[in-house]
């Protein structure tokens, strides 16, 4: 019998929606408990440097409500790891960042940038905070991962779901899963995530060696048409079809 696979659920672009106005609403933390109440066993949330979307009152009113867990996407800086401290998030995931990207573009280096990393880890763990690292499927990457002391890695899944053939998609799905099964070998918890969507989903939610999925912009955007509810559903179910 598969192990089943757990669903994150980043509530980024709502918090998108609420600053492109600057209301009060809607409000991330309200959505949060719809997903929770529609099945969701975590919470994703990205606060990055120009607070575009998430903010610290965000994460405060989070970390009081959830009844799942809460997973906090942050830059490998110090300023980040401040509040981290002040949040106490449930897993720490460190992303990278730059101002100028819409989204973020890919995973985090950790082989050129291992020694200022596995300070963060460090500083992370001693605050009992489960730490992950958002990388590219790269086996180097992911044994750097684990040489700096992470918990888990999250896998990159963008190259896979923006590929335009069908040998490409075959290509980026077997780097995921190399991956996948280096992590698990290494002792890694192993999640995935970025552009996962409800037409290809299932490929990914179908290797064994992953945990987690965390998706936001799909279930944001199907609920516009649905409703938040139904559209956490809906992919909760297409997880659990892959691996039935």
């Keep these: 019998m598969s192990v089943r696979i757990r669903l994150g659920v980043n509530v980024d672009h709502v918090a998108t929606l609420r600053q ?3 209301t009060h609403y809607p409000d991330p933390a309200a959505a949060a408990a719809i997903c929770e109440l529609a099945g969701a066993d975590q919470i994703t949330v990205h606060c990055r440097e120009d607070r575009r979307h998430v903010q610290e009152r965000d994460l405060r009113v989070l970390r009081q409500t959830l009844q799942t867990q809460l997973n906090l996407e942050m830059a490998a800086t110090q300023e980040m790891v401040q509040l981290c401290y002040e949040v106490k998030p449930d897993i720490a995931t460190l992303v990278p960042e730059r101002r100028e990207e819409l989204t973020t573009e890919g995973g985090l280096d950790v082989v050129s940038q291992r020694e200022q990393i596995k300070k963060i880890i460090k500083t992370l763990r001693d605050g009992e905070i489960v730490t992950s690292i958002f990388v590219d499927p790269d086996v180097d990457q992911v044994r750097a991962a684990h040489k700096v002391d992470a918990h888990r890695i999250e896998l990159h899944t963008g190259r896979f779901c923006d590929a335009r053939t069908a040998a490409e998609r075959a290509r980026e799905l077997a ?3 190399d991956a996948a ?3 698990a070998k290494l002792g890694l918890g192993v999640a995935a995530g970025h552009g996962l969507s409800y037409t290809n989903v299932r490929a990914v939610a179908a290797i064994t060696e992953i945990d987690e999925l965390n998706i936001g912009h799909a279930i944001v955007a199907r609920a516009v048409m649905t ?6 559903r809906d992919m909760i179910a297409a997880m659990e079809a892959a691996r039935a």
């Design 175 to 177: 780097r995921i899963v």
């Design 181 to 183: 099964k280096a992590a």
């Design 227 to 232: 409703g938040l509810d139904r559209a956490v």
């Design 20 to 22: 492109l106005r600057g």
